[in-house]
């Protein structure tokens, strides 16, 4: 997904709740249209307590359980 012209991409590392932070409602927008890290549309992403949003943020999903857990992205890219 982009945020502010970053790209950042998806990764399985489960961020524990209580490391969750603020959610990020509106950057210059979020899109997550991009064939490097696709994503619903409705996801939600929030900051990472104790790091930069300039490197790491998490998304918000559901298992098949349906209980919310977070899974870290990485910024790997400006969009050019």
């Not at 969750?20 to 950057?27: F, H, L, N, R, S």
């Not at 943020?57 to 899974?71: D, F, L, N, P």
């Amino acid at each position: 997904m982009k945020i502010n012209h970053y790209i950042y991409g998806f990764y399985d590392e489960e961020i524990p709740a209580e490391n969750i932070g603020k959610a990020i409602e509106e950057y210059g927008g979020i899109l997550c249209k991009y064939s490097e890290c696709p994503a619903p549309d409705g996801t939600e992403f929030y900051e990472i307590k104790g790091t930069s949003m300039n490197k790491t943020i998490a998304r918000k999903v559901y298992t098949s359980e349906q209980t919310v857990i977070y899974r870290k992205c990485v910024k790997i890219k400006k969009d050019e």
